[in-house]
């Protein structure tokens, strides 16, 4: 009997798959047009409210401060109320509160609505892994996160463009309420458009098990481990290239420095791409290949030519997105039965407290050093990140 009669879930190409994934694609427009909006305008934000580099980041960093901090409730509470339930509520919620934080008369208003709109936030990337993984068949999953993926990353894109647009036309204010418009129009096409879940939720441990049986789990932590160190590299080096590029021999404006934004597209090719690649060799052998591009990258954006500095970014781009890509699908296959649910919750909690924590660490060492310092900080990330995979992979006697 075929796969398509015995399991519940849609394969690959099916009506329902595509639907899923449309809705999903909607979601992470929302969701990470939201979070990364204000890096476009970052320099703007800091000359208007007169601070620092590093201080102005905290735009970013409450978000995912936020994000972090919500993972797992999130991830619990849809056990018990449904996967695709749990997602609506927090979406919509979400933009509800991105479109008036731009509006705050203070920067620490701003930041602290911008912590509330993470916590909502964090429903979306905190169930939508497992979610998929009660749409669609085991051998469709690794396509539809790689999918998944591809949608963030054009979220991500499309709210650093609109925002940078935006804003230098009518301020940066608007240009993130703009960002803000847009996300709304996507969170109401998600709640209209997700199917249910084919299978219920699996009864899973109680939070606190589940927790600690894949903190227990190797497999799992150099993974959540991979998020937290490649996260931080990646929004250090966007949040701070920007900076870099404004200022001699440059001298680019604002909008000039948002297309650079553009090397997500090839980010999400890779996203899609990653995955297919281990029908040849092995996943962990494709994550290392992509840090490998990583640091490529990286280094060439240490080039006084814009030319090196665009190849630059695309390579590193692609490199981080397929190391996550691969990541993300890892640590749902490794997680301890039981406890699925809150491995891609810990993965993403790793991943966005990488995002606050070396980002932050990355304006610092912006300053102490300029754009080189930031580079100096984001090999070792990717050299830690690339050591620790392969350590892992050398112990392991058996597994994916």
Known sequence: MSEAVEDPRAPAGSPRYRRALIALFCAGLATFAQVYSPQAVLPEIARDFGMNESSSSLAIGATTIGLAIGMLPWGRLSDRIGRVRAMRWAILLAVSVGLITPFMPTFESLVALRFVEGLFLAGLPAISVTALAETVTPMALGGAVGAFIAGNTIGGLAGRIIAAAAGEAFGWHWGLFAVGAVAAVAAVSFALLMPPTAIAPAKGLPIWRATIANLRNPGVMVMVLQAFLLMGGFVSAYNYLGFRLQEAPFGLSLTAVSWLFLAYL???????????????????????????????????????????????????????????????????????PGARTLAPSLYNLGYYAGSTLIGWTGGLAFAAAGWNGTVAMIVAVVLSAAAAAWLQSRSQKHGV
């Open 266 to 336: 090839a980010g999400a090719f890779a996203s899609r791409r990653a995955w297919s690649l281990t029908a040849r060799v092995s996943p962990i052998t494709v994550l290392l290949l992509s840090l490998g591009v990583m640091l490529l990258g990286i280094l060439l954006t240490m080039l006084p030519w814009l030319i090196a500095i665009i190849v630059g970014l695309v390579c590193f781009t692609v490199g981080f997105f397929g190391a996550h890509s691969i990541a993300l699908t890892l640590v749902s296959q490794r997680a301890e």
